[in-house]
Each structure stands twice: as C-alpha cells, then as structure tokens.
C-alpha cells in the first residue's frame, strides 16, 4: 500500500489555480524529489499533504487517512530557517517542540522528552549544540536542527521545504548525506530548486508546474554516473531526462534518456 | 540622599506607588517580552491608546476607571486579534485606525461629562501617586494570572511565538495563544498607565525587553530577567521623580532609556 496517495488533486487560491489534476503516489521508504519553477505549485502540493492548506477537488490520503488525521507520522522541515534568529532559545527547545501533544508534566519537559530530543540531535549530529542559542548557529547546523525537531516525533514520513536554498555547497552535501542515512528507516519527500543534487540522491523525482510528471529514476542512476567524474550534470539533459515537453533543444542529443511517458 | 526617601516612606501613598511600581514592572517586563519577540510592540502601542475610550466611558458612566479601560483595552485586543488573524497583510492600517479612534472615543465622553474636570495628564503621563488599595488588589490578581499563564503553558506559548506554523501543525491551538496574548498585554498596558501613563507605556514595555533579550538564552529567562530590570527603572525613576519633583512616568522613562544607552556602549564596545 503506497504512503501517501493523491488522487485528481486541483487546488486554487482564490479564482487563481495553482495546481491541476495531479496523480501522485508515494511508497514506504521513497526518496521523492519535487522539483519545478518557483510559484509552480511545490510548496502548495506540500502545504497540502500537511493540511495546512484546503484542496477543492481530489483526495489525499497519508497513511489511508485525511493529512490531518496523520500529523504525527509526519515531520515537516520548512523553509526559511533563518527567520526570527534573535530569539532566545536553546537548539534543545527547539527540537523539543517537534513532540506531539501526549502526556506532559505541569512545569517544563519530561526526561522521556529530554531523552527522545537528545536522541534526535545525536541523529544529526549536533548533540554538542544542545544548550547553543539557536540564533549562533550556521545556516547548516539550523537546518539539522530543524531536521531533528522534525525526528523528535519519530516519523514515517519526513517532509523537507528547500531544505538547502541558504546553505553553502559543502552544508548541502552533508544535508543530503543525512537525509540518505535517515532514507534508510523513513520516507522522504524534498523539495527543491537543485535538481542535481536532490538527483543523485533521489529515487523518484516529481515535476511540478501546474501539472505533475512522474518519474522513477532509480535505474537511472547507473547512467548519471558514466558522465565521468562530474556527478553534476546540465539541466537540459535533466529536463530531458524528466521528459520535459518544453525542452527541444536537447531532442536529439542523447536521446536513450528520454523518459517521456 | 537616602534619608528623604526612608522618610517619605513613612506615607501611605509612598508605600502603595512603591508596591505598584514592582507589580507592574514585573507583568511589564513578562508581557512585554511576549510582544516583542512576537513582533506586536505596534499592536500594543495601539491597544494602549485605544484603552483611552475605555477611560472616557467609565468617567461619563461613572464606572471604576479600570473597569472601564479593561474592559474596553480587552476588545480593542479581541478586535485585533480577530483582524489580524484573517487579514495580516492589512494589520497596520487597522491598529492605526482603532488607535485614533479609541482616544477620539475618550475625548469626547470626557467632553460630554458635566461639570468633571478629570486630570488627563494623569492618564496619559501616569499617576503612580494615587495608587488606591484596590488598584493594588488588581495589579496582585493580574501579575498571578499572567505567572500562572507563562509557568503552565509555556511550552505552548513559547511555540506560538517561535514558529506559528509548526506548533499549528504539532496541535497547539495558535488562535486560541495568539489572543490570549494580547488580552494579556491589554490587562497589563492598562494596569501600566497608572505608573507610566498610555503614551509612555510602550518604553515600559520594550525598553528591559530589549536589554534582556541580549543577555538571555531563553525566552523564560527574559522574561523574568527583563521583570528585574523594569522594577531597577521604576524605582530609580521614582527616587528621581520624589527628589527632584518629576513626573514620576517620565522619570521611569528616561532612567529607562540612559540605563538603554549605556548598555548598548558598553555590549557594542565587547563586539
């Protein structure tokens, strides 16, 4: 039984659609790239398997049940980490709010609670930081936070909104290094601009403008590799590789990874 | 310089400005670094005008002047907190609007009254002389309130301000914290015109906040670290005022704002 099942999803704000009819499945332990143009949709299509946002037609099923229903399966990372820094709290507080309302006690946390965020942080390699004020932090260790709060409720899904948009290129390796290591036990979902990177990492990937292609690239790894030593490779090809219809330049150039549907 | 203070102590109107100015420091140094880290230091500037109309209808009904700034300081939040819950874009246009009209709401109603002559400046400047008994009992029971609020529902306070979005979807009813806040800081700006007046209220409280903030490393810590250093201000405020025969509100201030200055010359010099 697959994840999270979508169903002829549209989604409009106000009289402007913003997605149309989209299809999309996702199994147990996928590593799903959403990829696609800004203000094409990617960040809505998550807003709303969240249930955050209301959709008007279609059905979204996580878990079999309405998003809601399944909030505490999922860990949700958003975007823009960097926002309110000057506030005064320590990386544990932070990680701590990713608990799901259970039993708490009267005043503060609970070991239980103190236990499961320490765990979450070891997982992400900032067990050190726990008593840093979030506002010291780089860009990349706020994001392995943001990572670890999203682990505290030990997840089934985890969901990640341009996870790397504000890191440098060595931060961003290591992001997607852990996301890999996490990939192992959990189902990751990620949106993103940096199509090659998430690529190499990423088994399916979904492009998303409006509409939705699909498309398993999990036997085309082999393939990415015998591009030399470069593992990054140009977008054309990559949006060749996803069956772009608005690409002609690259018909012809190698055409074996044509993967139009 | 001691002596005139041991001395004046010895009145009653002496010891009740004393008490009130501790109580009211410590909920406006609580209250205020809610609104700061939440970025509603506009919004509280705005419920704290608007509480103006609520003075000018108790004196024309003839109601508790508290009564009547509580009351309508608590719908200015209502209404506020209403609005900016659906139209966050259009929030300052608001807040300008229900200021105005609140203090133009307080002016007249105090035309209206006949034959009152009701000291304005008092309201807008504070009047932490004329504290009465009860005024004290409504400070006490506020300031428990407010510590009871924080020490039980921090954590969901504290999430709500941190990161709306995500303690939405952790299950904190955000709606519900958002306006418990500002109800909150309409009780306190309103307890809060006694010592510093409505106009001054606001430095009341950002000033400690904002020192606080620098040197805190949670948001329980600023809070009761900027409780302190509200209380140091109000009462060197007062020593000033009672020596030098100041306006007590305005004396807070600017013992406020130099203590501000020197603070950020020396933290800059470290940098």
Known sequence: ?261 | MIEPLLEALQFEFMQHALLAGILVSFAAGIIGSLIVVNRMVFLAGGIAHTSYGGIGLAVYFGLPIFLGASLFAVGAALLIAALTLKKRHRMDTFIGLIWAVGMAIGVIFVDLTPGYNVDLMGYLFGSILAVSTQDLYFMVGLLVLILAVVTLRYRDILAVSYDSEYAGLRGVNVRFFYTLILILSALTVVIAIKVVGLILVIAMLTIPVYIAEKLSSSLFSMMFLSGAIATLFTLVGLWFSYVYDLTSGASIIMVSAVSLGVFLLFTHKKT
């Open chain 1, 1 to 261: 039984m697959p994840i999270i099942e979508i169903h002829n999803l549209s989604f409009a704000y106000e009289s402007q659609v913003v997605l149309e009819n989209i299809n999309l499945q996702v199994e147990e332990k996928d590593f799903l790239a959403i990829i696609g143009p800004n203000g094409g949709g990617k960040s809505t299509l998550l807003k709303l398997m969240l249930g955050i946002n209301e959709y008007q037609e279609g059905t979204i099923k996580v878990l079999g049940n309405a998003p809601k229903k399944s909030l505490s399966h999922i860990g949700y990372v958003p975007q823009n980490t960097n926002v309110n820094t000057d506030f005064p709290i320590k990386v544990i507080e932070v990680v701590m709010m990713g608990h799901v309302d259970g039993k708490r006690p009267l005043f503060g946390y609970s070991k239980d609670e103190i236990l499961c965020a320490s765990g979450a942080l070891e997982q992400v390699g900032m067990a050190d930081f726990a008593q840093t004020k979030i506002g010291s932090l780089s860009g990349g260790q706020r994001q392995r936070v943001m990572i670890a709060r999203a682990l505290c409720a030990h997840p089934r899904i985890l969901i990640l909104d341009e996870p790397t948009s504000s890191i440098d290129i060595t931060g961003q390796r290591e992001i997607y290094e852990l996301l890999r290591e996490l990939n192992k036990h959990i189902t990751i979902i990620v949106v993103s601009h940096d199509i090659s990177v998430i690529l190499e990492y990423a088994n399916k990937a979904a492009h998303v403008n409006k509409t939705l292609s699909y498309h398993d690239i999990s036997d085309k790894k082999s393939t990415f590799h015998q591009h030399g030593n470069n593992e990054h490779f140009c977008e054309i090809e990559l949006l060749q590789m996803l069956g772009s219809d608005n690409c002609d330049t690259c018909e012809d150039t190698n055409p074996k990874w044509s993967l139009k549907p």
